[in-house]
C-alpha cells in the first residue's frame, strides 16, 4: 500500500472573515500519478561521492528549443566551449531532422575537431531509412554514441500510433536489430548502442523495464562494446522521490546491468530537474544527459552547471572546469541568443550579492574573519561557495540600496578604496545613505557610495569663516578644542579621533574626527600622506560641517557638550588583504 499523506485543516486567519472564496481551479480534470511503491528504496541513504558521466545536449535538444537555432559557427562556438571546459560526452545533432544538423557532424568529422577523449551522440527514431541516413553521416567519426529511440507511453502508444504493447516492443526490437547490423558499417568508428524509451515517465514502468531488457538481450551477444540505456523524462510528470523510485527500480532489475550504462534525461516542468537529477544519481544513475543552464523545451532541460556546481560546494569533484564561469555564460548566450537571468543558480548576476543589511554585514564580518584565519575551509555566511573560484570578485557582494545597512556599506567603502571607518561613523553614513536611496529610489553604485562619502565627510562647504593653521599629530582633544575654537568660532569637544592607514587605492593616513556641537555630532575625514595634514583636513571637514549646520538652525547655539577624555588609536587597514 501507498502511504498517504495526512492534511489537517489550518486555522482561519484574519483575511478570510468576510471574504468569499472564488471558486476552485478546474483540478478535477487531471489525474494524479500513481506511485511506483519501491518501500525497500536504498538511494536515501546514499549520499554523491563522485560525479556522474555528463552528456550535454546543447546542440540536439537545446537547440531545437530554440526560436533562432544555431547555426554552423553558432554551434562551433558551443561545441569548442563545451569540451573546453571538460565534456566527454556530446549530442551533435539529430542527423535527419534537417540539414543544418547533418552538416554539423560532418563539419565536425571533415575540420578535425573531435578531441580524442571526447565522444559524440546522434540520435534517430525507430525508422529503417532514418537509422540508416544517421549512420552513414558518422563516417569518419572515431567514437560515437548511436541512441535509437520510440515513444513507449500509453497515451502515445494509443492515441499517436494505435499500437498495442506486442506491436510497439516489436518495433523497437526491429530498430535495434538494424542498429546492430549497421555497428560494424564504418570501418574504423566505434559505435556505442543506445536505447531510449522515450517518456519513460509516462510509461508503465513494468513495460518500459520490459523493452529495454528485451533490446539488452537483442545487443549483449553481438555488440562490440558497452551497451547503454537512457531513461528520458520527456514531460516531468511527478516529484523527484518517484522518479529516483523508477529509476532504481530499473536498476535493479535491468538485464546485463554489469556492462550497460543506465542514462537519464531529465527534464524541468515542474520545476525538479535538479533534484529529480540528483536522486537519480543516488537511485543508480551513471549518467546525466542535459544543458548549460538549462535550456531547452518548455522549462527546459536539467542544467548541469547547477548539478556540477551543487556537487562542488560539497567538496566533490563536478569534473567540469567553471572557474570562468562568466565566459561561460557568455558564449552560451550569444550562441542561444538568450539571456541567463540574473537569479539563476550559481551564475546569474546577482546570486553572490545581497541587498539586505543583516546579510551584508553578516559577509563582511565572515570575509574579515577569513583574512584573519590560517583556515582553510570556506565558511562565510549566505555564500555557499567563495565566488573567486568562480570567476567572481568580491566587489558584486555588496551593492547598496535601501535595504542596505551599515555593515554593507562599510564593506563597500573598505573592499573597493580600502578605507576603514569607525562603528559610529558607519552608522551615521547608512543613515545618509538610507535617504540618498529613498529619494532616488534605486541602487546606489560603488562611484557613487563614494562620492556622498567625500561630499559628506571628506570635503564638506568651506562656510566662509577664517581657519587657523594646520595641526601637529598628537594634539591633545583640548588644543584641538582650541583650535576650532579660534579658526571657525565654534565651543566644540572632540569625542573621537581614529587614526587608520588605508589600503589600495587610496594609500594613505586617514583620520576620522568626531566633533560634539552643543549635543550634535558631526564627522569629518582626512586622509593624506602624513598624519599631521590628515588630522588636520578631519577636523576642519567636521568643523565646516557642524558650522553649515548652525546656519540653518532657528537661532545662534554653539554651547560646548561636556568634554570626555578622548583616546586616540591607530590601526592597520587590511582592506587589501579582504580584496
Known amino acids: 500500500m501507498t502511504a498517504r499523506l495526512a492534511h489537517r485543516a489550518l486555522p482561519a486567519t484574519p483575511g478570510d472573515r468576510g471574504v468569499q472564496r472564488p471558486g476552485p481551479m478546474n483540478m478535477h480534470k487531471y ?68 540539414r543544418d544538423d547533418h552538416a554539423f557532424v560532418r563539419h565536425l568529422v571533415d575540420t578535425g575537431a573531435i578531441p580524442d577523449d571526447v565522444v559524440v551522440q546522434v540520435m534517430t527514431p525507430m525508422r529503417e531509412e532514418f537509422i540508416s541516413r544517421t549512420v552513414s553521416s558518422l563516417r569518419g567519426v572515431p567514437r560515437a554514441v548511436l541512441q535509437v529511440f520510440n515513444p513507449t507511453s500509453e497515451v502515445q502508444r494509443r492515441l499517436v500510433f494505435r499500437k498495442d504493447r506486442a506491436q510497439i516492443l516489436r518495433m523497437a526490437l526491429e530498430g535495434a536489430e538494424q542498429a546492430l547490423r549497421l555497428q560494424d558499417s564504418l570501418p574504423g568508428t566505434e559505435i556505442y548502442l543506445q536505447y531510449a524509451p522515450e517518456s519513460y515517465t509516462q510509461t508503465e514502468p513494468e513495460y518500459a523495464l520490459e ?89 527546459g532541460n536539467v542544467c548541469l552547471v547547477t548539478l556540477a556546481m551543487n556537487l562542488f560546494s560539497q567538496g566533490v569533484d563536478p569534473m567540469l572546469d567553471l572557474r570562468d564561469i562568466d565566459a561561460v555564460r557568455r558564449v552560451v548566450e550569444s550562441a542561444n541568443r538568450m539571456p541567463v537571468p540574473a537569479r539563476h543558480p550559481w551564475v546569474g548576476d546577482y546570486v553572490y550579492t545581497s541587498f539586505a543589511g543583516s546579510h551584508q554585514d553578516a559577509i563582511a564580518k565572515g570575509l574579515r574573519a577569513r583574512s584573519a584565519s590560517e583556515e582553510d575551509l570556506w565558511d562565510v555566511p549566505y555564500l555557499p561557495v567563495d565566488p573567486q573560484d568562480v570567476g567572481r570578485d568580491y566587489k558584486a557582494l555588496i551593492r547598496i540600496n535601501t535595504q542596505s545597512g551599515k555593515g554593507g556599506i562599510a564593506h563597500l567603502l573598505a573592499t573597493d578604496y580600502g578605507i576603514e571607518l569607525p562603528r559610529r561613523l558607519q552608522i551615521d553614513f547608512a543613515a545618509v545613505m538610507q535617504s540618498v536611496c529613498e529619494r532616488t529610489g534605486g541602487e546606489i553604485t560603488s562611484d557613487e557610495l563614494w562620492k556622498h562619502f567625500a561630499d559628506t565627510y571628506v570635503r564638506p562647504g568651506v562656510g566662509g569663516v577664517e581657519e587657523s593653521g594646520p595641526l601637529r599629530a598628537g594634539r591633545s582633544p583640548e588644543e584641538i578644542e582650541a583650535w576650532i575654537a579660534a579658526g571657525h568660532g565654534l565651543r566644540a569637544t572632540v569625542e573621537g579621533l581614529t587614526v587608520t592607514r588605508s589600503g589600495e587605492p587610496l594609500n594613505a593616513v586617514t583620520v576620522a574626527c568626531e566633533l560634539v556641537v552643543d549635543s550634535r555630532t558631526h564627522w569629518g575625514v582626512g586622509m593624506a600622506d602624513d598624519e599631521a595634514e590628515a588630522l588636520t583636513r578631519a577636523v576642519r571637514a567636521a568643523a565646516r560641517t557642524a558650522t553649515e549646520t548652525l546656519k540653518t538652525l532657528p537661532e545662534p547655539l554653539g554651547i560646548a557638550a561636556e568634554p570626555r577624555t578622548v583616546e586616540a588609536r591607530t590601526t592597520q587597514s587590511h582592506a587589501s588583504e579582504q580584496r
Not at 537483442?218 to 520527456?234: E, G, I, K, S
Open 31 to 98: 489525474r494524479p500519478y500513481t506511485p511506483i511503491g519501491l518501500p525497500d528504496r536504498t538511494w536515501p541513504d546514499r549520499r554523491a561521492e563522485h560525479a556522474p558521466l555528463w552528456c550535454s545536449v546543447d546542440l540536439r535538444d537545446g537547440n531545437q528549443a530554440l526560436a533562432d537555432p544555431m547555426d554552423v559557427g553558432r554551434k562551433r562556438r558551443m561545441f569548442d566551449l563545451l569540451t573546453g571546459i571538460g565534456f566527454k560526452e556530446i549530442e551533435v545533432g539529430y542527423p535527419t531532422a534537417s
Open 211 to 299: 523493452i529495454c531488457n528485451a533490446v539488452l538481450d537483442l545487443w549483449a551477444p553481438r555488440a562490440a562494446h558497452t551497451l547503454r540505456v537512457n531513461l528520458p523524462a520527456t514531460v516531468e510528470v511527478f516529484p523527484p522521490q518517484e522518479f529516483a523510485d523508477r529509476i532504481e527500480y530499473v536498476h535493479r532489475n535491468l538485464l546485463h546491468r554489469e556492462r550497460t550504462l543506465l542514462s537519464v534525461h531529465p527534464h524541468n516542468d515542474r520545476g525538479s530537474g535538479v533534484a529529480a537529477a540528483e536522486l537519480a544519481v543516488l537511485a543508480g544513475a551513471d549518467r546525466v544527459e542535459g544543458t548549460l543552464f538549462g535550456n531547452g523545451e518548455r522549462t
